[in-house]
């Protein structure tokens, strides 16, 4: 075998982790969201929240510790992490969390896949990158769709249109939140940083005002007894979090943030068939419409990112 032959396999082998990387995110995420439905009830949402980011962190310092990634950070780093850690996995999640007691799963991942909406203004306002006309008008196509999906859930009474005005806000919240986090991780300060030590930092950080915030907010923790709460804590916070996390950042260093973005246009589809047989999600002509709108949007705003 010579070498152009072992340098073809080598890339062949790359290009494979990295699809196998991309799939398993887009899957993880496409079913977090009903199981984030599956965490409401007994225990408040910010408990909720608390416990997924602690056990996370825990995940992530254990995977620090058998790499031997180097843990320690400096004033300034501990500050920004700390930033990080809080827009992400205290204020985004918080956010989450809540827009699901109002609104179905499904409908929260289709209005979050239009991260890359925000994601790709902040990055133009302060990271100096560009878009093109496409991405403007893909935008406003998948914008269009997602308005039609909730005039759907808000074409009910009063109490309806409420519930669905509460989720949509709550959503929007979540979705800024993480955009923040997200063109925080894109600056050359986190790009000097450990991925993992990042997440476990921010993780901890994060989780911890978390509890500060149920403890203030609902008062002592709260525990659900019931053992589907705590695989679905399990799965949320070793899977959901420490896991995939991980291969997303490492998916977007190996294909850079416009093709790993594709993955929001996969996710919603995931997470709308489960919440139509979980959820009993009922579709109609306008919200099929909506659905289809939404993604193509997608499609043709990803495009035209770079």
């Known amino acids: 075998m010579d070498g152009t032959a072992t340098a073809h396999q080598t890339g062949s082998m790359g290009q494979g982790r990295v699809l196998l990387a991309f799939a ?66 205290c204020f985004n999640f918080n956010f989450v969390y ?47 769709g997602i308005a039609l999906l909730f005039a759907q859930e808000a074409a009910g009474d009063n109490a309806a249109r409420s519930a669905s005005l509460a989720g949509i806000g709550f959503t929007l919240a979540g979705v800024l939140s993480a955009s923040t986090a997200n063109v925080m991780q ?31 907010t609902t008062g002592p923790p709260v525990i659900d007894p019931h053992p589907a709460y705590f695989l679905g804590l399990a799965y949320l916070g070793a899977v959901a979090s420490a896991l995939a996390f991980t291969l997303y950042f490492w998916t977007i260093r190996q294909l850079g943030p416009g093709k790993a973005a594709y993955s929001s246009v996969v996710i919603p589809v995931i997470a709308m068939s489960i919440s139509t047989v979980a959820e009993g999600y009922q579709w109609s002509v306008l919200s099929i419409a909506g659905g289809l709108l939404a993604l193509a949007g997608m499609v043709i705003a990803l495009g035209g990112r770079d």
């Not at 239009?114 to 403007?136: C, Y």
């Not at 000097?192 to 901890?204: D, F, I, K, N, T």
């Open 98 to 144: 809540r827009a699901e007691q109002y609104v179905t799963s499904g409908l929260v991942a289709v209005i979050f896949a239009l991260l890359f909406v925000p994601n790709t203004l902040f990055a133009r306002l302060f990271l100096g990158q560009t878009f093109t006309r496409r991405f403007l008008a893909g935008s406003l196509v998948a914008l269009t």
């Open 186 to 216: 894109a600056s050359p300060t986190a790009r000097r940083l450990s991925m993992v030590a990042m997440l476990a930092w921010g993780m901890l950080i994060g989780g911890l005002i978390d509890v500060a915030w149920a403890w203030v």
């Open 24 to 89: 398993a995110v887009t899957l993880i995420w496409g079913t977090t969201w009903i199981v984030i439905k599956g965490q409401l009830g007994i225990v408040p949402p910010s408990w909720s929240v608390a416990y997924r980011f602690l056990l996370g962190s825990a995940v992530m310092f254990a995977v620090a510790l058998v790499m031997r990634e180097r843990l320690w950070l400096d004033g300034r780093a501990t500050g920004f992490v700390a930033l990080f850690g809080i827009a992400q996995f």
